[in-house]
């Protein structure tokens, strides 16, 4: 029963706190959520919009906003960025907003081959209304409405021209979220393993396919995911797979990206068809990416193709 929980937990933990949506949105639409090291990694300065909408025929507001920049510094030989982001759960009872800045090195191990180490600084406030509680019995358990603090990231890109794969670690420090007085509850934002990578195929041809796969870890709980984008002209297709063998978690994926010049616009629709309660309610998430400015002087990393300019 003990460890039935604690899977639970972990489920519940992966979807409210998550800060790049690891269950739900597409894999790389938010580069440096999915790994510090990917800032400075465009080959220009970047900027990334997200509009999350988690199953909003449930009838509440489970919604993210996300926003990042990043670019490639030459005198400090590594890309920063920074990434700002707000999550309403449950209609509003809770709220989730962070800030962070995000170094990443710029290594050449040979004239083709690159790593990317990185490290993350976030500052975080989760927020409680208490007025959900006024005729809960569990009331005088509340010890405050709202959480501050620090958290750490940790990661690395290995890449080139056709392939890139990496690791992140997130959630190093494993800040307090708990709401409850400290003998009641202390549930702590877990620590999270996330390896992914992926290849570039038929560069020379007029379609770019790019198959991509993704591990995500956090305790006891393992979530799969594979995808496969195509890019022909100003257009991008994929569809995707995510599973996981906990609470017979199941759902696809299907992305649209339209890109010409430095813009590129994204729309993914998640369709789940897991043995879960509502299964038959599908998530929206829209995506906007902005290249500006000067070229530099760093091979971009161009897998996978549904974000590439």
Known sequence: MKK???????????????????????????PLSVNPAFAGSAGEPRLNLNY???????????????????????????????????????????KFNSGALVYSAYIPITSNLIIKPAIQVEFGEKFIDTNMFTQNPYTDKIDCNKRSFFNFFAGFILYNEKYFGGLAV??????????????????????????HGGVNLFTESKVKITPTARVE????????????????????????????????????????????????????????VSKLKNNNLGSHEISFTMLFGKKDKTPEIICPVINGM
């Not at 949506?21 to 639409?29: C, G, M, R, T």
């Not at 025929?57 to 920074?82: E, H, W």
């Not at 997130?170 to 390896?195: C, D, G, K, Q």
């Open 217 to 272: 870890v956090i305790r006891d709980f393992v979530l799969y995911r594979i995808s496969c984008t195509a890019a022909l002209s100003w257009y991008r297709m994929g569809f995707g797979y995510e599973s996981s063998d906990i609470l017979h978690y199941d759902n696809y994926h299907i992305l649209l990206g339209f890109v010409h010049k430095k813009i590129a616009f994204g729309y993914n629709y998640v369709l789940y």
């Open 4 to 30: 039935l929980t604690t899977l639970i937990l972990s489920f519940c933990a992966l979807i409210v706190f998550a800060q790049d949506e690891i269950l739900l949105n597409q894999n790389y639409s938010s």
């Open 170 to 195: 997130h959630n190093i420090t494993e800040p307090l979220m708990s709401f409850w007085r400290a003998t009641y509850s202390e549930t702590v934002l877990p620590r999270r393993y996330n390896i």
């Open 52 to 94: 999350f909408n988690y199953r909003p025929a449930l009838g509440y507001k489970n919604m993210r906003y996300t926003a990042a920049a990043d670019l490639y510094i030459d005198k400090i030989k590594g890309g920063i960025g920074l990434i700002v982001s707000n999550f309403i759960y449950d209609d509003g009872y809770y």
